[in-house]
């Protein structure tokens, strides 16, 4: 069965700091790669996805990046963070048209 | 543009009390339409997903239902177990992106 990993579960960060979260998909290959942020109350906002090794599309212009330097592995950078990149983030894989998530990191910027 | 609704936002049920959620959508071509439970500080989990209006889908207390407007979820005999935050997500033809709902947070009372 397939299996998503997520970590870190919580992250305190002070503003400037950089920031690389990973995500790591075991029992499937070349699955379909996301990352999403979710802000109380609102729905899920799509920040990255990948459809295989170094492909990587950008959903709205940020502060953050993505890799995804194995098949399997999916990673969330920033530089410098910003207060406004608090949130809960979530990653999620598929191979068709479902999607399946993570646990989620919560990242908290002061 | 294509957007999903739901409502309402928060329901306050006693156990036992039978109802149901509403996810409206607007979308050009839809490709499919997709329910997630969501509980506090975690990942969605996937419960279903529809491809056709008229189509229909079970999993013990929860039924899914779908027309060319939209999709209900519905709960029968509630248990305090079920206590959760619904997610609505539709995929439109033309984009294989998903469409988010706010969510449909649901508190059953013992």
């Known amino acids: 069965s397939q299996t998503i990993h997520q970590w870190p579960a919580t992250l305190v960060q002070p503003v400037g700091s950089p920031l690389s979260l990973e995500c790591t998909v075991e029992g499937t290959s070349n699955p379909n790669l996301y990352w999403y942020r979710q802000a109380a109350g609102r729905g899920l906002q799509l920040l990255f996805y990948s459809v295989g090794i170094g492909q990587i599309s950008s959903e709205v212009p940020q502060n953050l990046s993505a890799s995804r330097p194995q098949d399997r592995q999916f990673i969330l950078s920033s530089k410098k963070l910003l207060l406004s990149d608090s949130g809960f983030y979530l990653c999620?894989?598929?191979?068709?048209?479902?999607?399946?998530f993570g646990p989620g990191t919560r990242l908290t910027v002061l | 543009e294509d957007q999903v609704t739901q409502s309402p936002e928060a329901l306050r049920l006693q156990e036992g009390e039978s109802s149901s959620l509403n996810c409206s959508y607007t979308?050009?071509?839809?490709?499919?339409l997709f329910w997630y439970r969501q509980d506090p500080g975690k990942g969605p989990e996937f419960l279903f997903t529809l491809y056709s209006a008229g189509e229909e889908k079970e999993k013990e207390r929860l039924k899914a239902t779908l027309t060319k407007k939209e999709s209900f979820l519905h709960i029968t005999a509630p248990k305090p177990e079920d206590s959760a935050t619904y997610l609505c997500?539709?995929?439109?033809?033309?984009?294989?992106?998903?469409?988010w709902g706010a969510g449909t947070k649901l508190i059953i009372k013992p």
């Open positions: 979308v050009s071509g839809l490709r499919g």
């Open positions: 999620a894989w598929s191979t068709g048209d479902t999607q399946y």
């Open positions: 997500a539709v995929m439109g033809g033309s984009n294989y992106q998903l469409i």
